[in-house]
T-cell receptor
């Protein structure tokens, strides 16, 4: 079974450029999460979708960050304009949220470096 | 605001030892608790999920316990092997009544098993 697929795996770009990260959740999952991992702050939630609707975006740092989920099989996280402090590993995770508890499954992440 | 703490931050043991990793959380109103493993440069692999109504879960050489009232969980690894070397992360889902299902992570325990 295919897991959560993220692209690109690595992105290096210059400050001020637009960055788009992509995620394909596991088929059948109805919840999708974007997390960011840094040495200083560890893993933190950015935004969470349920049935393609944003439920919690309290972790989105500022207006430079935006996320969309146009359908159940695709999500994007966009940073515009990017800044060096955005450098981190960005993870996408998905799960099925129904009557019971289900674990979140993570992609391999996108390692983002803003120069 | 939920805070998750993991002790110790790092642990080095000889192969074959049994070991315990600790996780504590400040708000006992959790939906579930999940243990993950992260290898260097990789994503997170889900190890065990304990529902709020459960006391423990087992998978092979791994056993995770949950004491909601005291805000604690432990991950027990039996007969450790060099392949167990990784960072182990504890995470909780809060918001029993709000439907929010995002994870709040601890900072992890970096485990090294010496051959």
């Amino acid at each position: 079974d295919a897991g959560v697929i993220q692209s690109p795996r690595h992105e290096v770009t210059e400050m001020g450029q637009e960055v788009t990260l992509r995620c394909k959740p596991i088929s059948g999952h109805n919840s999708l999460f974007w997390y960011r991992q840094t040495m200083m702050r560890g893993l933190e939630l950015l935004i969470y979708f349920n049935n393609n609707v944003p439920i919690d975006d309290s972790g989105m740092p500022e207006d430079r960050f935006s996320a969309k989920m146009p359908n159940a099989s695709f999500s994007t996280l966009k940073i515009q304009p990017s800044e060096p402090r955005d450098s981190a590993v960005y993870f996408c995770a998905s799960s099925f949220q129904g009557a019971g508890n289900q674990p979140q499954h993570f992609g391999d992440g996108t390692r983002l470096s803003i120069l | 605001k939920q805070e998750v703490t993991q002790i110790p931050a790092a642990l080095s043991v000889p192969e074959g030892e049994n070991l315990v990793l600790n996780c504590s959380f400040t708000d006992s109103a959790i939906y579930n608790l999940q243990w993950f493993r992260q290898d260097p440069g990789k994503g997170l692999t889900s190890l065990l999920l304990i529902q709020s109504s459960q006391r423990e879960q087992t998978s092979g050489r791994l056993n995770a316990s949950l004491d909601k009232s005291s805000g604690r969980s432990t991950l027990y690894i039996a007969a450790s092997q060099p392949g167990d070397s990784a960072t182990y992360l504890c995470a909780v889902v809060c918001g029993v009544d709000t439907g929010r299902r995002a994870l709040t992570f601890g900072s992890g325990t970096r485990l090294q098993v010496q051959p």
